[in-house]
Protein backbone atom coordinates (compact mmCIF):
# COMPACT_ATOMS: atom_id res chain seq x y z
CA UNK A 1 0.00 0.00 0.00
CA UNK A 2 2.68 2.72 1.26
CA UNK A 3 4.49 1.40 -2.17
CA UNK A 4 1.24 2.83 -4.06
CA UNK A 5 1.43 5.82 -2.35
CA UNK A 6 5.12 6.70 -3.37
CA UNK A 7 4.42 5.45 -6.88
CA UNK A 8 1.52 8.18 -7.15
CA UNK A 9 3.57 10.62 -5.66
CA UNK A 10 6.82 9.71 -7.84
CA UNK A 11 5.46 11.44 -11.13
CA UNK A 12 3.93 14.46 -9.46
CA UNK A 13 5.89 17.45 -10.59
CA UNK A 14 4.55 20.02 -8.53
CA UNK A 15 6.34 22.47 -6.58
CA UNK A 16 7.88 19.67 -4.62
CA UNK A 17 7.55 20.93 -1.24
CA UNK A 18 6.53 17.73 1.18
CA UNK A 19 3.82 19.59 2.64
CA UNK A 20 1.67 16.97 4.47
CA UNK A 21 2.71 13.15 5.47
CA UNK A 22 0.26 10.82 6.97
CA UNK A 23 2.07 7.50 8.21
CA UNK A 24 0.27 4.56 9.93
CA UNK A 25 -2.50 7.19 11.58
CA UNK A 26 -4.67 4.85 13.12
CA UNK A 27 -7.85 5.56 14.66
CA UNK A 28 -10.69 3.93 16.94
CA UNK A 29 -14.06 4.78 18.00
CA UNK A 30 -14.27 2.51 20.74
CA UNK A 31 -13.62 -0.67 19.62
CA UNK A 32 -14.18 0.12 16.18
CA UNK A 33 -11.24 0.24 14.33
CA UNK A 34 -12.10 3.03 11.50
CA UNK A 35 -8.68 3.85 10.14
CA UNK A 36 -6.17 0.92 9.88
CA UNK A 37 -2.62 2.72 9.22
CA UNK A 38 -3.29 5.60 6.84
CA UNK A 39 -0.25 6.46 4.38
CA UNK A 40 -0.54 9.81 2.33
CA UNK A 41 1.64 12.02 1.05
CA UNK A 42 0.65 15.73 0.02
CA UNK A 43 3.37 17.96 -1.30
CA UNK A 44 2.35 21.95 -1.87
CA UNK A 45 -0.27 22.61 -5.09
CA UNK A 46 -0.95 18.71 -5.14
CA UNK A 47 -5.05 18.07 -5.47
CA UNK A 48 -5.41 15.15 -3.61
CA UNK A 49 -9.18 13.60 -4.16
CA UNK A 50 -10.28 10.86 -1.36
CA UNK A 51 -13.03 8.06 -3.24
CA UNK A 52 -14.22 5.34 -1.20
CA UNK A 53 -17.79 3.73 0.08
CA UNK A 54 -19.51 5.40 2.75
CA UNK A 55 -17.80 4.50 6.01
CA UNK A 56 -14.54 3.63 4.49
CA UNK A 57 -13.19 6.42 7.01
CA UNK A 58 -12.31 9.39 4.18
CA UNK A 59 -14.32 11.91 6.17
CA UNK A 60 -12.80 10.64 9.64
CA UNK A 61 -9.23 10.65 7.98
CA UNK A 62 -10.25 14.80 7.03
CA UNK A 63 -11.38 15.19 10.61
CA UNK A 64 -7.61 13.54 12.05
CA UNK A 65 -6.02 16.07 9.86
CA UNK A 66 -7.45 19.02 11.58
CA UNK A 67 -7.38 17.76 14.73
CA UNK A 68 -11.51 17.56 15.21
CA UNK A 69 -10.71 13.55 15.94
CA UNK A 70 -7.46 12.59 17.82
CA UNK A 71 -5.86 9.64 16.47
CA UNK A 72 -4.65 6.62 17.93
CA UNK A 73 -1.28 5.64 16.10
CA UNK A 74 1.00 6.61 13.69
CA UNK A 75 2.18 10.11 12.44
CA UNK A 76 0.76 12.96 10.45
CA UNK A 77 3.79 15.26 9.60
CA UNK A 78 2.82 18.77 8.87
CA UNK A 79 6.08 20.44 7.62
CA UNK A 80 7.87 18.39 9.61
CA UNK A 81 5.93 19.03 12.96
CA UNK A 82 3.94 15.67 13.99
CA UNK A 83 -0.13 17.06 15.31
CA UNK A 84 -0.53 13.02 16.23
CA UNK A 85 1.52 13.69 19.40
CA UNK A 86 -0.19 15.25 22.47
CA UNK A 87 0.28 18.76 22.76
CA UNK A 88 -0.30 20.45 19.50
CA UNK A 89 -1.26 23.92 18.67
CA UNK A 90 -4.38 23.80 17.33
CA UNK A 91 -5.11 27.23 17.18
CA UNK A 92 -2.39 28.00 15.18
CA UNK A 93 -2.32 24.67 12.55
CA UNK A 94 -5.73 25.38 12.42
CA UNK A 95 -4.95 28.90 10.67
CA UNK A 96 -2.88 27.05 8.06
CA UNK A 97 -5.09 23.72 7.44
CA UNK A 98 -8.53 24.95 6.49
CA UNK A 99 -11.58 23.18 6.32
CA UNK A 100 -15.07 22.96 4.31
CA UNK A 101 -17.91 21.10 5.94
CA UNK A 102 -20.67 19.27 4.10
CA UNK A 103 -23.49 21.05 5.32
CA UNK A 104 -21.50 25.17 5.33
CA UNK A 105 -21.25 25.20 9.17
CA UNK A 106 -21.91 29.50 8.65
CA UNK A 107 -22.61 30.89 11.80
CA UNK A 108 -25.87 31.78 10.98
CA UNK A 109 -26.17 34.97 13.41
CA UNK A 110 -23.65 36.61 11.67
CA UNK A 111 -23.67 38.05 8.14
CA UNK A 112 -21.43 36.69 5.52
CA UNK A 113 -18.69 39.74 6.07
CA UNK A 114 -19.03 39.29 9.09
CA UNK A 115 -18.59 34.89 8.97
CA UNK A 116 -15.68 35.83 6.54
CA UNK A 117 -13.69 37.87 8.57
CA UNK A 118 -14.04 36.61 12.37
CA UNK A 119 -10.88 34.22 11.73
CA UNK A 120 -8.70 36.63 10.25
CA UNK A 121 -9.63 39.28 13.16
CA UNK A 122 -10.40 37.09 15.99
CA UNK A 123 -7.68 34.59 15.74
CA UNK A 124 -5.45 36.51 13.47
CA UNK A 125 -5.67 39.78 15.07
CA UNK A 126 -5.38 41.22 11.28
CA UNK A 127 -6.31 44.97 10.17
CA UNK A 128 -10.05 45.01 9.31
CA UNK A 129 -9.05 47.11 6.64
CA UNK A 130 -7.21 44.85 5.02
CA UNK A 131 -8.43 41.42 5.58
CA UNK A 132 -12.09 43.61 4.38
CA UNK A 133 -10.52 44.08 1.05
CA UNK A 134 -9.37 40.34 1.05
CA UNK A 135 -13.16 39.33 1.98
CA UNK A 136 -14.57 41.40 -0.86
CA UNK A 137 -11.88 40.55 -3.72
CA UNK A 138 -12.57 36.83 -2.58
CA UNK A 139 -16.70 37.29 -2.38
CA UNK A 140 -15.93 38.86 -6.03
CA UNK A 141 -14.18 35.56 -7.11
CA UNK A 142 -16.66 33.18 -6.42
CA UNK A 143 -19.44 35.79 -8.06
CA UNK A 144 -20.88 36.60 -4.74
CA UNK A 145 -19.44 40.28 -4.26
CA UNK A 146 -23.27 41.85 -3.48
CA UNK A 147 -23.94 39.21 -1.48
CA UNK A 148 -21.54 40.74 1.98
CA UNK A 149 -24.43 41.69 4.22
CA UNK A 150 -26.74 39.14 4.18
CA UNK A 151 -27.76 36.53 6.41
CA UNK A 152 -26.76 33.00 5.43
CA UNK A 153 -30.39 32.34 5.67
CA UNK A 154 -30.99 34.43 3.11
CA UNK A 155 -28.55 32.52 0.45
CA UNK A 156 -28.97 29.06 -1.38
CA UNK A 157 -27.32 26.08 -0.45
CA UNK A 158 -24.54 26.64 -3.20
CA UNK A 159 -23.90 30.24 -2.58
CA UNK A 160 -23.69 28.97 1.23
CA UNK A 161 -20.91 26.92 0.37
CA UNK A 162 -19.39 29.32 -1.85
CA UNK A 163 -18.91 32.01 1.32
CA UNK A 164 -17.78 28.68 3.38
CA UNK A 165 -14.65 28.95 1.12
CA UNK A 166 -14.17 31.99 1.06
CA UNK A 167 -14.29 32.07 4.65
CA UNK A 168 -11.47 29.00 5.08
CA UNK A 169 -9.55 31.10 1.78
CA UNK A 170 -9.10 33.97 4.32
CA UNK A 171 -7.33 32.76 6.03
CA UNK A 172 -4.93 32.31 3.56
CA UNK A 173 -4.07 28.59 4.65
CA UNK A 174 -1.43 26.21 3.26
CA UNK A 175 -3.90 23.72 2.76
CA UNK A 176 -8.18 23.33 2.71
CA UNK A 177 -9.73 20.13 3.64
CA UNK A 178 -13.19 19.66 1.53
CA UNK A 179 -15.40 17.24 3.30
CA UNK A 180 -18.10 16.18 1.16
CA UNK A 181 -18.62 19.87 0.74
CA UNK A 182 -21.80 19.34 -2.82
CA UNK A 183 -23.18 16.45 -0.95
CA UNK A 184 -26.11 18.47 0.81
CA UNK A 185 -26.56 20.38 -2.21
CA UNK A 186 -29.49 20.09 -4.94
CA UNK A 187 -27.86 19.12 -7.96
CA UNK A 188 -28.21 22.16 -9.96
CA UNK A 189 -26.30 24.17 -7.58
CA UNK A 190 -23.38 21.74 -7.24
CA UNK A 191 -21.61 23.10 -10.60
CA UNK A 192 -20.71 26.41 -8.88
CA UNK A 193 -19.26 24.82 -5.69
CA UNK A 194 -17.06 22.54 -8.07
CA UNK A 195 -16.36 25.27 -10.08
CA UNK A 196 -14.96 27.07 -7.77
CA UNK A 197 -12.95 24.66 -6.41
CA UNK A 198 -11.81 23.72 -10.13
CA UNK A 199 -10.40 27.91 -10.16
CA UNK A 200 -8.40 27.22 -6.59
CA UNK A 201 -6.96 23.80 -8.20
CA UNK A 202 -5.87 26.08 -11.21
CA UNK A 203 -4.21 29.05 -8.81
CA UNK A 204 -2.39 25.92 -7.30
CA UNK A 205 -4.03 25.69 -3.86
CA UNK A 206 -3.28 22.59 -1.93
CA UNK A 207 -6.03 20.40 -1.53
CA UNK A 208 -7.78 17.33 -0.01
CA UNK A 209 -11.27 16.85 -1.36
CA UNK A 210 -13.54 13.89 -0.42
CA UNK A 211 -16.11 13.57 -2.83
CA UNK A 212 -18.49 11.23 -4.56
CA UNK A 213 -18.65 13.53 -7.54
CA UNK A 214 -16.74 10.86 -9.97
CA UNK A 215 -16.26 13.47 -12.72
CA UNK A 216 -15.08 16.34 -11.10
CA UNK A 217 -12.89 14.04 -9.34
CA UNK A 218 -11.56 12.93 -12.52
CA UNK A 219 -10.60 16.41 -13.52
CA UNK A 220 -9.59 18.03 -10.50
CA UNK A 221 -7.53 15.53 -9.19
CA UNK A 222 -3.61 15.25 -9.11
CA UNK A 223 -4.24 11.92 -7.54
CA UNK A 224 -6.75 9.63 -6.47
CA UNK A 225 -6.70 7.89 -3.27
CA UNK A 226 -9.15 5.53 -2.91
CA UNK A 227 -10.15 4.01 0.49
CA UNK A 228 -11.94 1.00 1.67
CA UNK A 229 -12.59 -0.29 5.51
CA UNK A 230 -10.30 2.18 6.95
CA UNK A 231 -7.52 1.35 4.64
CA UNK A 232 -5.78 3.01 1.54
CA UNK A 233 -6.72 0.65 -1.29
CA UNK A 234 -5.11 2.57 -4.19
CA UNK A 235 -3.48 5.92 -5.11
CA UNK A 236 -3.40 6.58 -8.75
CA UNK A 237 -3.74 9.17 -10.87
CA UNK A 238 -7.08 10.15 -12.26
CA UNK A 239 -6.67 8.53 -15.85
CA UNK A 240 -5.41 5.70 -14.53
CA UNK A 241 -8.05 5.41 -11.49
CA UNK A 242 -10.98 5.81 -13.93
CA UNK A 243 -9.52 3.59 -16.79
CA UNK A 244 -7.70 0.96 -14.69
CA UNK A 245 -8.12 0.23 -11.54
CA UNK A 246 -5.51 -1.91 -10.02
CA UNK A 247 -7.38 -3.17 -7.08
CA UNK A 248 -10.65 -5.26 -7.15
CA UNK A 249 -12.57 -3.23 -4.73
CA UNK A 250 -11.55 -0.33 -6.44
CA UNK A 251 -13.21 -2.02 -10.09
CA UNK A 252 -16.20 -3.09 -7.92
CA UNK A 253 -16.86 0.81 -6.38
CA UNK A 254 -16.91 2.23 -9.71
CA UNK A 255 -19.02 -0.18 -11.08
CA UNK A 256 -21.38 1.22 -8.58
CA UNK A 257 -21.27 4.34 -10.53
CA UNK A 258 -21.14 3.14 -14.13
CA UNK A 259 -24.69 2.88 -15.77
CA UNK A 260 -24.75 1.60 -18.98
CA UNK A 261 -23.97 -2.00 -18.10
CA UNK A 262 -27.66 -2.43 -17.02
CA UNK B 1 -70.21 44.33 46.85
CA UNK B 2 -69.17 47.01 48.57
CA UNK B 3 -65.31 47.56 49.10
CA UNK B 4 -64.55 49.74 51.70
CA UNK B 5 -62.44 52.81 49.63
CA UNK B 6 -60.91 54.33 52.88
CA UNK B 7 -59.21 51.27 53.74
CA UNK B 8 -57.99 50.41 50.59
CA UNK B 9 -56.33 54.08 49.85
CA UNK B 10 -55.25 53.64 53.47
CA UNK B 11 -53.35 50.30 52.41
CA UNK B 12 -51.69 51.71 49.32
CA UNK B 13 -48.46 53.09 51.03
CA UNK B 14 -47.75 49.12 52.73
CA UNK B 15 -49.11 47.54 48.98
CA UNK B 16 -46.13 50.37 47.29
CA UNK B 17 -43.37 49.76 50.10
CA UNK B 18 -44.23 45.73 49.56
CA UNK B 19 -43.93 46.05 45.47
CA UNK B 20 -40.80 47.79 46.20
CA UNK B 21 -39.46 45.30 48.07
CA UNK B 22 -40.92 41.97 45.72
CA UNK B 23 -39.49 44.15 42.68
CA UNK B 24 -35.78 44.42 44.79
CA UNK B 25 -35.86 41.06 45.58
CA UNK B 26 -36.78 39.36 42.72
CA UNK B 27 -34.12 41.80 40.72
CA UNK B 28 -31.63 40.96 42.86
CA UNK B 29 -32.39 36.98 42.79
CA UNK B 30 -33.10 37.00 39.07
CA UNK B 31 -30.07 38.98 38.09
CA UNK B 32 -27.83 36.50 40.22
CA UNK B 33 -29.63 33.39 39.02
CA UNK B 34 -28.74 35.10 35.63
CA UNK B 35 -24.97 34.92 36.07
CA UNK B 36 -24.70 31.86 38.24
CA UNK B 37 -26.78 29.92 35.72
CA UNK B 38 -24.54 31.30 32.65
CA UNK B 39 -21.22 30.06 34.62
CA UNK B 40 -22.66 27.10 35.49
CA UNK B 41 -23.84 26.19 31.96
CA UNK B 42 -20.79 26.76 30.49
CA UNK B 43 -18.92 24.70 33.58
CA UNK B 44 -21.25 21.90 32.51
CA UNK B 45 -20.44 22.78 28.74
CA UNK B 46 -16.63 22.56 28.97
CA UNK B 47 -16.92 19.77 31.15
CA UNK B 48 -14.80 20.99 33.70
CA UNK B 49 -13.63 18.50 36.04
CA UNK B 50 -14.65 18.11 39.36
CA UNK B 51 -16.63 20.87 39.26
CA UNK B 52 -19.13 19.28 36.79
CA UNK B 53 -20.33 16.92 39.17
CA UNK B 54 -20.63 19.37 42.07
CA UNK B 55 -22.89 21.72 39.95
CA UNK B 56 -25.10 18.36 39.17
CA UNK B 57 -25.16 17.44 42.53
CA UNK B 58 -26.14 21.64 43.35
CA UNK B 59 -29.26 21.20 40.09
CA UNK B 60 -30.23 18.36 41.95
CA UNK B 61 -30.94 19.50 44.96
CA UNK B 62 -32.07 22.75 44.05
CA UNK B 63 -34.56 21.64 42.08
CA UNK B 64 -36.04 18.93 43.92
CA UNK B 65 -36.36 20.46 47.54
CA UNK B 66 -39.20 23.42 48.24
CA UNK B 67 -38.06 26.97 48.03
CA UNK B 68 -39.86 27.38 51.65
CA UNK B 69 -37.53 24.61 53.14
CA UNK B 70 -34.27 26.11 51.33
CA UNK B 71 -35.35 29.77 53.06
CA UNK B 72 -35.93 27.97 56.57
CA UNK B 73 -32.35 25.92 56.32
CA UNK B 74 -30.41 29.21 55.53
CA UNK B 75 -32.72 31.54 58.22
CA UNK B 76 -32.80 28.91 61.12
CA UNK B 77 -30.08 26.63 60.09
CA UNK B 78 -27.17 28.59 59.59
CA UNK B 79 -27.06 30.80 62.52
CA UNK B 80 -26.42 26.99 64.30
CA UNK B 81 -23.19 27.42 62.58
CA UNK B 82 -22.01 30.49 62.97
CA UNK B 83 -23.78 32.15 59.72
CA UNK B 84 -26.05 35.17 60.20
CA UNK B 85 -27.55 36.56 57.77
CA UNK B 86 -30.46 39.63 57.42
CA UNK B 87 -34.08 38.38 55.88
CA UNK B 88 -33.31 39.91 52.64
CA UNK B 89 -29.96 38.33 52.45
CA UNK B 90 -31.74 35.05 52.93
CA UNK B 91 -34.25 35.72 51.10
CA UNK B 92 -31.72 36.75 48.04
CA UNK B 93 -29.43 33.74 49.00
CA UNK B 94 -32.62 30.66 48.95
CA UNK B 95 -33.96 32.41 45.69
CA UNK B 96 -30.60 32.85 44.18
CA UNK B 97 -30.14 28.65 45.15
CA UNK B 98 -33.38 28.11 43.60
CA UNK B 99 -33.56 30.16 40.39
CA UNK B 100 -29.72 29.27 39.57
CA UNK B 101 -30.70 25.57 38.96
CA UNK B 102 -33.50 26.43 36.48
CA UNK B 103 -31.40 29.36 34.81
CA UNK B 104 -27.70 26.44 34.53
CA UNK B 105 -30.69 24.04 32.53
CA UNK B 106 -32.31 26.61 30.34
CA UNK B 107 -28.65 27.70 29.11
CA UNK B 108 -27.63 24.50 28.77
CA UNK B 109 -30.00 23.52 26.57
CA UNK B 110 -29.96 25.93 24.60
CA UNK B 111 -26.01 25.52 24.55
CA UNK B 112 -26.77 22.23 23.41
CA UNK B 113 -28.63 22.94 20.62
CA UNK B 114 -26.36 25.03 18.85
CA UNK B 115 -24.74 21.67 16.88
CA UNK B 116 -21.92 19.89 17.53
CA UNK B 117 -20.68 20.75 13.80
CA UNK B 118 -20.99 24.66 14.43
CA UNK B 119 -18.39 24.45 17.35
CA UNK B 120 -16.32 22.30 14.26
CA UNK B 121 -17.23 25.10 12.32
CA UNK B 122 -15.69 27.53 15.07
CA UNK B 123 -12.66 25.45 15.63
CA UNK B 124 -11.66 25.10 11.82
CA UNK B 125 -11.02 28.35 11.85
CA UNK B 126 -8.38 28.91 15.08
CA UNK B 127 -11.29 30.34 17.40
CA UNK B 128 -10.12 29.29 20.82
CA UNK B 129 -12.54 28.03 23.91
CA UNK B 130 -13.64 31.01 24.66
CA UNK B 131 -13.61 32.95 21.40
CA UNK B 132 -15.87 30.07 20.47
CA UNK B 133 -18.59 30.01 23.55
CA UNK B 134 -18.49 34.36 23.08
CA UNK B 135 -18.44 34.24 19.13
CA UNK B 136 -20.25 31.31 18.02
CA UNK B 137 -22.36 29.62 21.28
CA UNK B 138 -23.63 32.03 23.09
CA UNK B 139 -25.05 34.54 20.89
CA UNK B 140 -27.06 31.40 19.34
CA UNK B 141 -27.66 29.24 22.64
CA UNK B 142 -29.46 32.44 24.31
CA UNK B 143 -31.94 33.62 21.35
CA UNK B 144 -32.86 29.92 21.86
CA UNK B 145 -32.89 29.97 25.98
CA UNK B 146 -34.36 33.41 25.86
CA UNK B 147 -38.00 32.28 26.12
CA UNK B 148 -37.25 29.74 28.89
CA UNK B 149 -34.87 32.14 30.75
CA UNK B 150 -38.02 34.31 30.68
CA UNK B 151 -40.56 32.04 32.07
CA UNK B 152 -37.58 31.31 34.96
CA UNK B 153 -37.64 35.09 35.43
CA UNK B 154 -41.52 35.19 36.01
CA UNK B 155 -41.27 32.27 38.55
CA UNK B 156 -38.80 34.08 40.55
CA UNK B 157 -41.05 36.89 40.65
CA UNK B 158 -43.82 35.00 41.37
CA UNK B 159 -41.99 32.66 44.18
CA UNK B 160 -40.99 35.66 45.90
CA UNK B 161 -44.93 35.40 47.97
CA UNK B 162 -42.90 33.04 49.92
CA UNK B 163 -40.25 34.88 51.84
CA UNK B 164 -43.09 36.13 54.44
CA UNK B 165 -42.40 32.83 56.07
CA UNK B 166 -38.82 34.48 57.03
CA UNK B 167 -41.13 37.73 58.44
CA UNK B 168 -40.22 39.57 55.16
CA UNK B 169 -43.00 42.16 54.27
CA UNK B 170 -43.55 41.15 51.18
CA UNK B 171 -46.72 41.67 49.32
CA UNK B 172 -48.14 38.18 50.77
CA UNK B 173 -47.39 38.78 53.85
CA UNK B 174 -48.80 42.72 53.51
CA UNK B 175 -52.12 41.23 52.90
CA UNK B 176 -52.12 38.38 55.29
CA UNK B 177 -51.65 40.62 57.76
CA UNK B 178 -54.03 43.21 56.66
CA UNK B 179 -56.30 40.73 56.54
CA UNK B 180 -55.46 39.24 60.21
CA UNK B 181 -55.83 42.44 61.37
CA UNK B 182 -59.17 44.36 59.99
CA UNK B 183 -60.92 41.36 58.35
CA UNK B 184 -61.04 43.12 55.35
CA UNK B 185 -60.26 40.17 53.29
CA UNK B 186 -61.42 40.90 50.08
CA UNK B 187 -59.86 44.21 50.09
CA UNK B 188 -56.64 43.21 50.67
CA UNK B 189 -56.63 40.29 48.27
CA UNK B 190 -57.91 42.19 45.74
CA UNK B 191 -54.71 44.99 46.25
CA UNK B 192 -52.78 41.63 46.23
CA UNK B 193 -53.52 40.81 42.84
CA UNK B 194 -53.38 43.82 41.13
CA UNK B 195 -50.51 44.31 42.93
CA UNK B 196 -48.90 41.15 41.22
CA UNK B 197 -50.87 41.75 37.98
CA UNK B 198 -48.44 45.17 37.93
CA UNK B 199 -45.40 43.72 38.72
CA UNK B 200 -45.80 40.45 36.19
CA UNK B 201 -47.64 41.66 33.12
CA UNK B 202 -45.14 44.25 32.15
CA UNK B 203 -42.33 41.58 32.36
CA UNK B 204 -44.28 39.23 31.21
CA UNK B 205 -44.91 41.63 27.83
CA UNK B 206 -41.58 42.37 27.69
CA UNK B 207 -40.52 39.47 27.41
CA UNK B 208 -42.77 38.72 24.38
CA UNK B 209 -41.29 41.12 22.94
CA UNK B 210 -37.98 40.59 23.25
CA UNK B 211 -39.22 36.62 22.01
CA UNK B 212 -40.04 38.53 18.81
CA UNK B 213 -37.33 40.20 18.35
CA UNK B 214 -35.16 37.53 18.56
CA UNK B 215 -37.09 34.99 15.96
CA UNK B 216 -37.07 38.13 13.90
CA UNK B 217 -33.74 37.78 13.54
CA UNK B 218 -33.95 33.87 13.42
CA UNK B 219 -31.52 31.68 11.98
CA UNK B 220 -31.77 28.65 9.92
CA UNK B 221 -28.87 27.97 8.38
Sequence with gaps: MAKLAEEGNADMTKTGELLLKVQGVHKTFGDRQVLKGIDLQVERGEVIVILGPSGCGKSTLLRCLNGLEPVQGGHILYRGQDLAGGDVNWRELRQHIGMVFQNYELFPHMTVLENILLGPLKVQRRERAEAQQQAQELLGRVGLADRAGDYPRQLSGGQKQRIAIVRALCMNPDIILFDEVTASLDPEMVREVLDVILGLAKQGMTMIIVTHEMGFAKSVGDRIVFMDQGTVCEVAPPEQFFTSPATERAQHFLNIFEYNKL | ?221
Design chain 2, 1 to 221: MNLDWEFIMESLPLYGDAMWLTVKLALIAIVLSLVLGLVFSLVLFYKVKGLRSIILAYIELSRNTPLLVQLFFLYYGLPKVGIHMSEFQCAVAGMTFLGGSYMTEAFRSGIEAVGRTQLESGLSIGLSRVQLARYVILPQALAISIPSLGANAIFLLKETSIVGAIALMDLMNVAKDLIGMHYKTAESLLLLVLAYLILVLPLSLLLTWVERKVRHAEFGN
